[in-house]
């Protein structure tokens, strides 16, 4: 069996230090080879709010849950790339660890090229095309061309290999007598949130690979923070028809929450009993607004403040299941238990199907799982019960969906009832734009365009089909008929 280098994860991280017995809060280790020796925790300085001292300095361990360790082939740590982590870990102001494991995976991927293609990565000679971070750029090109990894990830493990080689640089580890890359400065576009233009310096070097924008204004995808496909009514129709004979309450529910109101996964899954606990009867009302994001509990894409606008009647079913026997059996199981700022949705076994930046953020030295939940278990739910069912019961074997694709499905309905509304004279296009713009909680107006514009584009495109291939069915006819065939 070949060995590969790997990423492992460790459910908690506290970083020590080697010490001597006398040392407070030492602790005695016993190697497998029989060496004792003593270890204490490595303290930094921390901040802490106390209402009647103010900012106020403390000292605390460094600890980290799910902490992601790159070892080479040999199964040993490889030391620059562990202390290149934790560098990168510690000066961060909010540690999200899933970023450090995905930089973590590029390490990973560098080493396995290197171990496999018998490269020191240190060596950086006269020839520059025989440079580690030339052959690597060659390599992730080689993948790209074979179809073997996306643009988007060879760029990023690129990014993430260059930035290994700067802070190798700047700590003095690394001092090549040849330069790494050949670095310019350039203007880019850029366009902020009101679709403005504007032009930022950066640092470019010749081994970045540059990701081409291919988005297809004509294809049955729109880009809404990934590919996502809006589902037709009779597609959107099929997946409750599925979700209701699978009688799972939560998924029904979690699935019926993007339909309504447009919210993404972290979103859904991050709502807290306490957002649907209150009673409402007021007969005029007809949605209930609840806040999300920083200071909410409820985490959003980029932590930007948003406001999700519930159907009163959907609220009412979300109440009538926080408060239900079933869901209060799954929060005595959880951590924390049976308290007002448990999750809403919980699974059998009373664990979260997604934790929040909140809960990730505080150590837990209790803490046992070797990955962070993220939906996960919906997104299986999707491709092992639901996609199957479907397939079978409406004999459509190509049928597919992401969870995402429900944000999209919700966005074309709300847009679909707008320009309605506009044909009729009711209301402008702009005033359409700007509802669709605030319901989808999109920071640009040109994300919007992309819905009001989805119609029309695989319109025009299955028009101009249609025509070509009667053009082309006209030319066989004629040429037939010349040729007596």
């Given at each position: 069996?070949?060995?590969?280098?790997?990423?492992?994860?460790?459910?908690?991280?506290?970083?020590?230090?080697?010490?001597?017995?006398?040392?407070?809060?030492?602790?005695?280790?016993?190697?497998?080879?029989?060496?004792?020796?003593?270890?204490?925790?490595?303290?930094?300085?921390?901040?802490?709010?106390?209402?009647?001292?103010?900012?106020?300095?403390?000292?605390?361990?460094?600890?980290?849950?799910?902490?992601?360790?790159?070892m080479?082939?040999?199964?040993?740590?490889?030391?620059?790339?562990?202390?290149?982590?934790?560098?990168?870990?510690?000066?961060?102001?909010?540690?999200?660890?899933?970023?450090?494991?995905?930089?973590?995976?590029?390490?990973?991927?560098?080493?396995?090229?290197?171990?496999?293609?018998?490269?020191?990565?240190?060596?950086?000679?006269?020839?520059?095309?025989?440079?580690?971070?030339?052959?690597?750029?060659?390599?992730?090109?080689?993948?790209i061309?074979?179809?073997?990894?996306?643009?988007?990830?060879a760029?990023?493990?690129?990014?993430?290999?260059?930035?290994?080689?700067?802070?190798?640089?700047?700590?003095?580890?690394?001092?090549?007598?040849?330069?790494?890359?050949?670095?310019?400065?350039?203007?880019?576009?850029?366009?902020?949130?009101?679709?403005?233009?504007?032009?930022?310096?950066?640092?470019?070097?010749?081994?970045?690979?540059?990701?081409?924008?291919?988005?297809?204004?004509?294809?049955?995808?729109?880009?809404?923070?990934?590919?996502?496909?809006?589902?037709?009514?009779?597609?959107?129709?099929?997946?409750?028809?599925?979700?209701?004979?699978?009688?799972?309450?939560?998924?029904?529910?979690?699935?019926?929450c993007?339909?309504?109101?447009?919210?993404?996964?972290?979103?859904?899954?991050?709502?807290?009993?306490?957002?649907?606990?209150?009673?409402?009867?007021?007969?005029?009302?007809?949605?209930?607004?609840?806040?999300?994001?920083?200071?909410?509990?409820?985490?959003?894409?980029?932590?930007?403040?948003?406001?999700l606008?519930?159907?009163?009647?959907?609220?009412?079913?979300?109440?009538?299941y926080?408060?239900?026997l079933?869901?209060?059996?799954?929060?005595?199981?959880?951590?924390?238990?049976?308290?007002?700022?448990?999750?809403?949705?919980?699974?059998?076994?009373?664990?979260?199907?997604?934790?929040?930046?909140?809960?990730?953020?505080?150590?837990?030295?209790?803490?046992?799982?070797?990955?962070?939940?993220?939906?996960?278990?919906?997104?299986?739910?999707?491709?092992?019960?639901?996609?199957?069912?479907?397939?079978?019961?409406?004999?459509?074997?190509?049928?597919?969906?992401?969870?995402?694709?429900?944000?999209?499905?919700y966005?074309?309905?709300?847009?679909?009832?707008?320009?309605?509304?506009?044909?009729?004279?009711?209301?402008?296009?702009?005033?359409?734009?700007?509802?669709?713009?605030?319901?989808?909680c999109?920071?640009?107006?040109?994300?919007?365009?992309?819905?009001?514009?989805?119609?029309?584009?695989?319109?025009?495109?299955?028009?101009i089909?249609?025509?070509?291939?009667?053009?082309?069915?006209?030319?066989?006819?004629?040429?037939?008929?010349?040729?007596?065939?």
């Amino acid at each position: 069996m070949i060995k590969k280098a790997k990423k492992i994860t460790f459910s908690t991280f506290v970083q020590t230090k080697v010490t001597t017995a006398d040392t407070e809060r030492a602790t005695k280790v016993q190697s497998a080879n029989g060496i004792e020796y003593f270890i204490s925790a490595i303290e930094q300085l921390d901040f802490k709010y106390d209402e009647v001292l103010g900012a106020t300095q403390i000292v605390s361990p460094v600890t980290f849950n799910l902490y992601p360790v790159v070892m080479d082939s040999e199964n040993i740590p490889w030391a620059e790339a562990n202390i290149f982590l934790l560098s990168k870990i510690k000066n961060s102001l909010k540690v999200v660890m899933s970023t450090y494991a995905s930089l973590a995976s590029d390490l990973v991927a560098f080493r396995q090229f290197l171990d496999d293609s018998r490269i020191n990565w240190m060596d950086f000679p006269k020839n520059k095309l025989n440079r580690p971070t030339y052959r690597y750029r060659s390599y992730l090109k080689m993948l790209i061309d074979a179809d073997d990894v996306a643009v988007t990830t060879a760029r990023r493990r690129m990014s993430s290999i260059i930035a290994f080689y700067r802070w190798l640089h700047a700590e003095g580890v690394l001092m090549p007598e040849f330069p790494m890359w050949k670095e310019s400065d350039r203007l880019i576009e850029l366009r902020n949130q009101y679709g403005i233009s504007y032009s930022k310096q950066v640092k470019s070097t010749d081994i970045s690979i540059k990701a081409i924008n291919n988005n297809n204004p004509y294809s049955d995808t729109l880009v809404d923070g990934g590919q996502l496909r809006p589902l037709p009514i009779k597609e959107q129709e099929w997946v409750l028809e599925a979700l209701l004979t699978l009688a799972n309450t939560e998924m029904t529910l979690i699935h019926l929450c993007s339909l309504l109101t447009g919210a993404r996964i972290q979103t859904i899954l991050t709502l807290q009993l306490h957002h649907v606990l209150t009673e409402i009867d007021k007969p005029n009302l007809f949605e209930v607004r609840i806040p999300a994001g920083p200071g909410t509990g409820i985490d959003t894409k980029n932590n930007k403040k948003i406001v999700l606008h519930v159907p009163l009647w959907f609220y009412q079913k979300l109440h009538t299941y926080a408060l239900s026997l079933r869901a209060q059996k799954r929060r005595q199981k959880a951590v924390n238990g049976n308290t007002e700022n448990q999750y809403l949705f919980l699974s059998s076994k009373g664990t979260p199907f997604y934790q929040s930046k909140a809960d990730l953020q505080r150590f837990n030295k209790d803490f046992s799982l070797h990955h962070a939940k993220n939906g996960q278990a919906v997104r299986q739910f999707i491709t092992e019960k639901v996609v199957p069912l479907i397939r079978q019961r409406f004999d459509t074997p190509n049928f597919n969906y992401k969870f995402h694709d429900l944000r999209a499905s919700y966005g074309m309905n709300l847009t679909d009832t707008q320009l309605e509304l506009v044909s009729k004279g009711e209301r402008s296009l702009n005033e359409a734009r700007e509802f669709v713009k605030i319901r989808m909680c999109h920071e640009s107006s040109t994300t919007t365009d992309l819905y009001l514009q989805y119609r029309s584009n695989l319109k025009l495109l299955r028009r101009i089909a249609t025509e070509y291939d009667q053009h082309l069915v006209r030319l066989i006819q004629a040429e037939l008929e010349m040729n007596k065939l």
